[in-house]
């Protein structure tokens, strides 16, 4: 699995060297402004989490005082990062963005905290995949260094909610279309000084079921507004990775309804995005999506136990038969009984969203 994944890594390092340099029409400060508008997302989040339940609730809610600590540690840091972006945007000569006005799906501690791992999730994978587009290395340098704090911020969540930590040897990037498409749902209103920001939302494709996923699992997924019903022939679903998209099968049900299967080489948070034919998924051919789908292990509770899921993916002949949407055990058989609760929230909470807009 290993030597595969070096190999595969070569080949995205290929592909990256073959895209046209000319293609980059997104500035460092659009950058800066684009992760601005995602830790604003973040601060508020934590800020009305925190407003909204107390330390109590948290411990009703399975957690102790030490992860109270931390998440106030964690609201605090994104807080941080959205006065440091600003400073750096202002000192830079360019107009930082304000808050905008949120809507949340979470209405209970659990919500709160699938959807906090979620968006930390998602942090992680939007700087990763706005990295290598930062021509200044001091601004580089800064964003990495957001990175790792998110990806710590991530790893603590996902250990907290008993899931694997850290569930594949490379994090999912994801483009500035791909993250503002799963952004901009939660983002009610704007103030209208804010400049615009070169990024467009692709239509929105979520989850639907609560169910835990792992690979073989067959997933509901729903487009949303501006998918082409009618034109279903010659679409494909990919995962993203950095290796480059993982393809799954995918079967239309009809009325932007499908099914896909959940390729083995995806863990963890993984992103699916529909694409009109199967060369390549990238801006210029996805057509909705992505949608969030966090794949589970067959392995322990997330302690780390065993190493790295990607070597206990269970081989093609323990896979789930295809068809089965509901798998009959969760993936933590050491996770405690809230588990498959969590999974449901976050699932219900994006279908939520997905109504909404
Ligand atoms: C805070 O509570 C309000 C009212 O119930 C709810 O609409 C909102 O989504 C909650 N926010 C968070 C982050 O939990
Ligand atoms: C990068 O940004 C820093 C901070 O704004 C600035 O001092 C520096 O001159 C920039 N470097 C380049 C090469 O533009
Ligand atoms: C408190 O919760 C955190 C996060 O789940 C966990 O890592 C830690 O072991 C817990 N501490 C105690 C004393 O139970
Ligand atoms: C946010 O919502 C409040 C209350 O509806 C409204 O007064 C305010 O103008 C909104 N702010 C933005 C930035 O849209
Ligand atoms: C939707 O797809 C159909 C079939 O390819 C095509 O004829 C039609 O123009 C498309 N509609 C839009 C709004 O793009």
């Known amino acids: 699995m290993k030597v595969t994944n070096i190999a595969l890594a070569g080949a995205a390092i290929g592909l990256t060297n073959a895209t046209p340099v000319a293609k980059r029409a997104i500035t460092d400060a659009d950058i800066l402004n684009y992760a601005l508008t995602l830790e604003h997302l973040e601060a508020s989040f934590y800020e009305e989490g925190l407003k909204n339940y107390t330390k109590e609730d948290f411990m009703n809610a399975g957690m102790n005082d030490t992860f109270y600590t931390n998440l106030q540690e964690i609201a605090a840091d994104e807080k941080t990062h959205e006065t440091f972006l600003t400073g750096a945007l202002s000192a830079a000569g360019a107009s930082p963005v304000a808050r905008c006005n949120y809507t949340f799906p979470a ?69 500035f279309n791909e993250v503002y498409t799963v952004a901009s749902p939660f983002i009610s209103s704007c103030p209208s000084t804010n400049g615009a920001l070169p990024v467009k939302a692709f239509p929105s494709l979520t989850m639907s079921g609560s169910s835990a996923v792992m690979t073989g699992s067959t997933v509901q997924l729903m487009t949303g507004s501006g998918f082409n019903m009618s034109n279903t022939d010659d679409i494909y679903a990919a995962f993203i990775t950095v290796t480059g998209p993982v393809w799954a099968t995918l079967k239309s049900n009809g009325k932007g309804m499908f099914t896909v299967t959940v390729p083995k080489g995806v863990a963890g948070q993984s992103y699916v995005v529909l694409t009109k034919g199967n060369k390549m998924a990238t801006d210029d051919n996805i057509v909705a999506g992505p949608a969030i789908v966090e794949v589970g292990s067959m392995m322990g509770s997330g302690s780390g136990m065993g190493g790295s899921m990607t070597t206990s993916w269970p081989s093609s002949g323990t896979m789930m038969p295809s068809g089965s949407a509901s798998p009959s055990h969760t993936p933590f058989n050491a996770a405690p009984s809230s588990k498959g609760d969590m999974f449901g929230v976050v699932g219900a909470a994006f279908i939520a969203v997905a109504a909404l807009f």
Do not use: C, W
């Open 107 to 175: 209405t209970d501690v659990k919500g709160f905290l699938a959807l906090a791992s979620v968006l930390e999730g998602v942090g992680v994978s939007a700087y990763l995949g706005a990295a290598g587009s930062i021509m200044n290395a001091t601004y580089l340098g800064a964003a990495a260094s957001i990175l790792t704090v998110e990806a710590r911020h991530s790893a603590y969540l996902r250990a907290a909610l008993a899931e694997s930590p850290f569930p594949q040897a490379f994090d999912n990037p994801l483009d």
